[in-house]
């Protein structure tokens, strides 16, 4: 028995609900990078990039750095440096087992966000990772896409959550903090106030 009115497990029962796309959306995507592409991730400082593990779990993981700092390498690769992190490397061992993977670029204040799917490959060479150091930093590791899909995704869902307008924002106050939610999870023997002591010395030390 399920805890809903009804489950759908079929597209047509899907589609009896919501009709396909027509117009604009459906032939909205194409398979490079053009021009307006490239301008759109040369402004964007923040990506997410979802993989899928050996043990078939997803994994969404933010990226974020200067305006620009994912590159765009011709109209059919991009290049996003691998910082240092705590070392896990969700996103870089993912892409060793399953290489497909979908990219979400922003631009603060800017409604409308663009897509893009494709396949990734871990990679190290000395040029490209001078071109994308920060501070004198150069990364040891660097995500290329090969792009497959490319697509922008419309405005509506910043309209409706106020993402951008700070009028709309809740209280970050009264979200549990990182320490508290490292706590909760890792039960690590230590105290709130050293769990944040450790995050904010790796912040301070380790950005690059």
């Not at 609900?17 to 592409?37: N, S, V, Y």
């Not at 990219?103 to 990679?123: A, E, M, Q, W, Y």
């Not at 419309?154 to 924002?169: D, I, N, P, Y």
Request: aromatic share 4%.
């Amino acid at each position: 028995m399920s805890d809903f009115d009804e489950v759908i497990t079929t597209r047509e029962r899907m589609r009896e609900i919501i009709p396909p796309c027509t117009g604009l959306a459906e032939h909205k995507d194409i398979d490079h990078i053009d021009d307006a592409c490239r301008r759109f991730i040369e402004l964007s400082p923040f990506v997410l990039i979802a993989t899928r593990g050996a043990d078939k779990k997803l994994d969404v993981s933010p990226k974020g750095d200067p305006a620009g700092f994912v590159k765009v390498l011709d109209r059919n690769r991009l290049a996003i440096p691998d910082r240092p992190g705590n070392n896990r490397l969700d996103t870089l061992e993912n892409v060793l087992v399953h290489p497909e993977l979908s990219l979400i670029f922003l631009i603060p204040g800017k409604g409308d966000t663009l897509r893009i799917s494709g396949n990734g490959k871990v990679v190290r060479d000395a040029d490209l990772a001078r071109r994308l150091a920060v501070n004198g930093h150069a990364p040891e590791l660097i995500l290329v896409v090969d792009v497959k899909q490319a697509f922008t995704h419309c405005t509506k869902c910043m309209v409706r959550s106020g993402l951008w307008r700070s009028e709309a924002w809740p209280d970050p106050k009264s979200a549990p903090s990182h320490a508290e939610i490292v706590i909760a999870h890792a039960k690590p023997d230590m105290t709130t106030v050293e769990v944040e002591d450790l995050i904010e010395n790796d912040r301070r030390n380790n950005l690059y």
